[in-house]
């Protein structure tokens, strides 16, 4: 743990910080608790999320709001929530990157108990977001969506499409998915992240996002 946070130290020296604008914004962080995210058996992978996640922290600027959150199962496990405004002095984007590491080390390592289904449209169809304020949806996941579809399988296959979305529900949003692909769940080859990639840039063109897949974070 020692050495992940220097590591985080140097990561955020790195990054330049620019000054204040005019119009807040959001940052919204989502970290897959499901029993294929790789994070609760992978410690090297979950310091990968964490240092990905602080990254993006780093990018905001004062006045800016950042919330870091579970998800997995529709239910109550994922009610506890971290949300912050950053400002210069007592929250400040280095510490809050801290403290969103910190956290999400912590979900990887028992904070957070590992859920039966990944539902990644449920959460965001039914989440809290503020996209006509252009918020940013970071989501640390596989992909593989399992509530919404019969087959997670038929989905890697190319043989089941995902349901559409509420259209233009997420217009102005961005949307992240880091670590598309990536389970240690049995083995998924290039091909089938190739297609849910392709699955989820048509959800998320028909809800107007606009989507940034990152299968090797």
């Given at each position: 743990?020692?050495?992940?946070?220097?590591?985080?130290?140097?990561?955020?020296?790195?990054?330049?910080?620019?000054?204040?604008?005019?119009?807040?914004?959001?940052?919204?962080?989502?970290?897959?608790?499901?029993?294929?995210?790789?994070?609760?058996?992978?410690?090297?992978y979950?310091?990968?999320?964490?240092?990905?996640?602080?990254?993006?922290?780093?990018?905001?600027?004062?006045?800016?709001?950042?919330?870091?959150?579970?998800?997995?199962?529709?239910?109550?496990?994922?009610?506890?929530r971290?949300?912050?405004?950053?400002?210069?002095?007592?929250?400040?984007?280095?510490?809050?990157?801290r403290?969103?590491?910190?956290?999400?080390?912590?979900?990887?390592?028992?904070?957070?108990?590992?859920?039966?289904?990944?539902?990644i449209?449920?959460?965001?169809?039914?989440?809290?977001?503020?996209?006509?304020?252009?918020?940013?949806?970071?989501?640390?996941?596989?992909?593989?969506?399992?509530?919404?579809?019969?087959?997670?399988?038929?989905?890697?296959?190319?043989?089941?499409?995902?349901?559409?979305?509420?259209?233009?529900?997420?217009?102005?949003?961005?949307?992240?998915?880091?670590?598309?692909?990536?389970?240690?769940?049995?083995?998924?080859?290039?091909?089938?992240?190739n297609?849910?990639?392709?699955?989820?840039?048509?959800?998320?063109?028909?809800?107007?996002?606009?989507?940034?897949?990152?299968?090797?974070?």
């Amino acid at each position: 743990m020692k050495t992940f946070l220097l590591t985080l130290f140097a990561v955020m020296a790195m990054i330049f910080t620019a000054p204040v604008t005019a119009e807040a914004k959001s940052l919204d962080l989502r970290v897959d608790a499901s029993q294929s995210a790789p994070i609760f058996r992978n410690e090297a992978y979950a310091q990968v999320i964490a240092r990905s996640a602080a990254r993006e922290v780093l990018r905001m600027q004062a006045g800016d709001t950042v919330s870091l959150r579970s998800f997995g199962a529709v239910g109550l496990e994922n009610l506890t929530r971290y949300e912050v405004r950053l400002s210069r002095r007592t929250n400040p984007p280095e510490r809050v990157a801290r403290i969103v590491a910190a956290r999400i080390m912590r979900m990887a390592n028992g904070g957070v108990r590992p859920q039966g289904t990944t539902e990644i449209v449920a959460m965001l169809q039914w989440g809290r977001f503020n996209c006509q304020a252009g918020d940013h949806i970071w989501i640390a996941s596989d992909g593989i969506e399992t509530g919404m579809v019969r087959s997670s399988q038929a989905l890697l296959n190319g043989r089941e499409q995902l349901p559409s979305p509420r259209a233009g529900s997420l217009t102005n949003c961005r949307v992240s998915m880091v670590g598309i692909g990536q389970t240690d769940q049995g083995s998924v080859t290039s091909r089938q992240v190739n297609t849910l990639i392709a699955a989820w840039q048509s959800f998320m063109r028909k809800a107007g996002a606009r989507f940034t897949p990152v299968a090797i974070p």
